[in-house]
């Protein structure tokens, strides 16, 4: 009895060193549990010595800040600049007045309390050369008055420098990606999605990057009470943007994957003090090869063992392709720029929302897409159709639509009698849609006298794969039936357009994208992905498979009735032999 006793004793220890079994050691645990940081917690960095473009204290020449003068000399900004896909982007994202990314702006990704809403204010303003200084409005160095932004000189020291904690400096968040790319939300109140331009992800791919349950939001989504799952399981489990989208020289990523074969380890990695100098900036993404992949992480193997010839659907099929099976915000399907709204932007027109106000969010499309080892695999896709008018191949500038089309009230009245269906004197938003030759003619003429060289629309339909949004391992697709049925998700089309102007036939962007356009039996524009050569039990036909399988049917039969006959006719001979 003794025995059994200190053997049951013993057990949970025996299992605890099995589980700590590891070729990398186990994250230490409060390194898990994340912590909310304050503009007061204290911070490993020196103070900062916030710089004008010129190099000089701001609370000296009163100047707007820059964060590149701020940073440099601790880091090499010359050569950060020239590894910097973000900046690149930026630059060419306030070229076209639109200011929605960083543009080297450090401020917006290191600072905690930094404000992206000040920033695309002022820059909407015009006045981008204070969008740094206006980044800085959540802490308490800045404030804005009638004169603009007045740096407040009590809360430097006399050296013009500011604690680090003050501003929260440290590496990206979570919060600071969402500010361009998509909505994210990592607090405890309700998720209120209201679309906004920053929130690209989102809008384009019907995504959210939060922890939280899906059903303890605030939108008023369809059979909202079954969707008990997180909006995204990564998000849930705690793990960051960065985490899959690095920076290729952070010493914890570097040569994960391109050291000799044989090591577990590569120890030949940057050092901690020369990657705080020189961080390299093109983050991991899908244009290269250093984007973690679901594989780099997650051994599929040992978890889909309910899955018959599993490694099948491994080559044929993204991770996301069942793990992603509906998005469940709305994202747009049109985007009509030939007659832009008095915000200045396109007419839009959402998909997974229904007109009495419900979300039912939408099955995404699958269509095959490249790998990074060659292959191609089904992946989950948005569809986006985009209507603009171009002069000469060259899309019309909005300074040049907003003179054809806009007075100081309103629209242009030659445009509002062509488009007035109602005929209640203005136009509302259902209304700027040019579907007749009349309109567009009317249209094609106020382009003109605006200086538009021969004015044409052209649509333009774009995919926009989705790899957020991921519902764990019990919400992901498992009936068979989903893909091998008369109904397979693997060839249903998805409606691209309900709506076009007149004469328009929009085209696929990417020629080399495994689908078709075509009209569907109430005229609505859908996109038809191809099996790309896939045969689904099931599902498809193949004729060489048909026609083999009816001559292998055809010979069992014909050698079964041969052998039967042959039986009969031995069984008469053998009685007729018989005395």
Known sequence: MR??????????????????????????AELLVPRLRSAAQPSLHPAIVVRDAAGDAVIVSGGAASASKTCDGCHDVAWIKTHDRHGNLAANGLARGQGLLPGGNCFLCHVHAADNSARLTTIADGHAEWSETATLAGTKLISRDDDGWQWQKAAFSTDGSVPAGMLGIGRPGNRACGFCHGRVHDDSQPLDLDHREGDRMTELRGVVFSGQRISDSAMNLADKDRLTRPWDVHAERMVSCAGCHFSPNHPAYAFADRGPQH???????????????????RLAGPHDGNLRRCESCHDAGKVHGFLPRAEKHFAALSCEACHVPTANAPARQEEDWTVPLPSH??????????????????????????????SKKLVPNNVVTTYRWVAKDTPVAQSVLDRAFVVERGYRPELVRALDRNENGTLEENELVLDTESKVEVAQALLSAAGAAAPEIVGEVRTYELHHGV???????????????????????????????FGVVPRLVDATTPADLSRDSSGLLVVVPKAAGLHVFGHTRSGVLDILGILLFAGAIAGASGHALLRVRGARRRNKEQP
């Not at 008369?486 to 409606?495: E, F, G, K």
């Open 263 to 281: 090591l577990q380890f590569d120890a030949r990695r940057v050092a901690i003090t020369e990657y705080l100098r020189r961080p390299d900036h």
């Open 471 to 501: 519902s764990p391992g019990r919400f992901a697709i498992r009936d068979c039936s989903t893909c091998h049925g008369q109904a397979s998700r693997i060839d249903q089309p998805m409606v691209a357009a309900g709506s076009a102007p």
């Open 345 to 374: 932007g396109p007419r839009v027109v959402y998909r997974g929302i229904r007109e009495d106000g419900f979300v039912p969010g939408f099955r995404p499309v699958l269509l095959p897409r490249p790998q990074a080892d060659g």
């Open 3 to 28: 025995w059994l006793v200190l053997s049951a004793a013993m057990l949970p220890l025996a299992s605890f060193a099995e589980e700590s079994v590891s070729s990398l050691p186990p994250p230490s």
